[in-house]
């Protein structure tokens, strides 16, 4: 989990910052149209929406531009109908690469994909080919390892799978499903977490050891997380101790 949790934080990092540009806003504000549009529009009885809300929170969000979009997606608006595909492919090292997105044009999306896969030295697989690969969860995430006597107490009370200390971090794991009333839990015991989010889990892991290959995934990523229509890219890589070193020095 090390590894994974402190590329994890970058990737959190980078989302906040993306959030403070206006980058990740319109994706969010699509997803959950969707996720309204689907489900139930009340989060606590639709768990994909409730997870998109709490994603929403974590960038800084207003409940105002939250509640506004899970109108529009109960409106019924005609021009909010998007398909949801996912792509799936390989980076340099044999990095998984699980692409999610909403799009209203698939033969613009593919190609788009497609094009940040070939530019990186990756390759665009077939339906199936790394999906196997990924769990989806829920995860929430402790910076304080000194919580994990009173974490486990009400997260595994509430419904938690299991909790993972790696002496860095806690990490509270749940179903997806049961994500929301977990973090409910934690929060009312005054447990707030540092990061929370419905994932897709790697079930194993691709190893980089050198930095200039971690570069490539980062920019291949960055590429796809940059697409209009793309809205989450989970990888498997895990980078050595010494390249993640490398890497927050060029932070």
């Known amino acids: 989990m090390a590894g994974h949790s402190k590329w994890a934080n970058i990737k959190h990092r980078k989302a906040r910052q993306d959030a403070v540009k206006g980058k990740v806003f319109t994706k969010i ?14 989060p606590d009885k639709n768990p994909r929406l409730r997870a998109v809300i ?7 969000m207003t409940r105002d531009t939250i509640n506004r979009a899970v109108a529009r997606g109960t409106g019924g608006d005609d021009n ?25 044009n698939l033969n613009r999306t593919v190609s788009e994909v497609r094009h940040a896969f070939t530019k990186n030295e990756g390759n665009l697989g077939t339906t199936g080919s790394v999906a196997y690969l990924f769990n989806k969860r829920g995860e929430i995430i402790f910076n304080d390892i000194g919580l994990e006597d009173d974490v486990m107490l009400v997260a595994l009370d509430a419904g938690a799978i299991d909790i993972e200390n790696d002496g860095e971090q ?10 929301g009333q977990v973090k409910d839990a934690l929060n009312a015991a005054g447990l707030v977490s540092d990061n929370a989010e419905v994932t897709m889990a790697p079930s194993t892991s691709a190893e980089i050891d050198n930095i200039d290959d971690a570069l490539k ?6 590429m796809l997380e940059d697409i209009d229509d793309v809205q989450e890219v989970y990888s498997n890589v895990n980078f050595s101790d010494a ?9």
């Open 54 to 60: 709490e994603k929403a929170l974590s960038v800084n």
């Open 243 to 251: 390249v993640m070193a490398q890497l927050e020095e060029q932070e």
């Open 217 to 222: 995934v980062m920019k291949m990523i960055d």
């Open 80 to 104: 909010d109908n998007m398909d949801e595909v996912s792509y799936e492919g390989y980076g340099i090292g044999g990095v998984a690469v699980l692409v999610e997105t909403l799009t209203d």
């Open 170 to 179: 806690l990490l509270v794991i749940t179903e997806w499903e049961s994500f």
């Open 29 to 42: 504000i699509r997803e959950i149209v969707s996720a309204a549009k689907q489900g139930d529009p009340d």
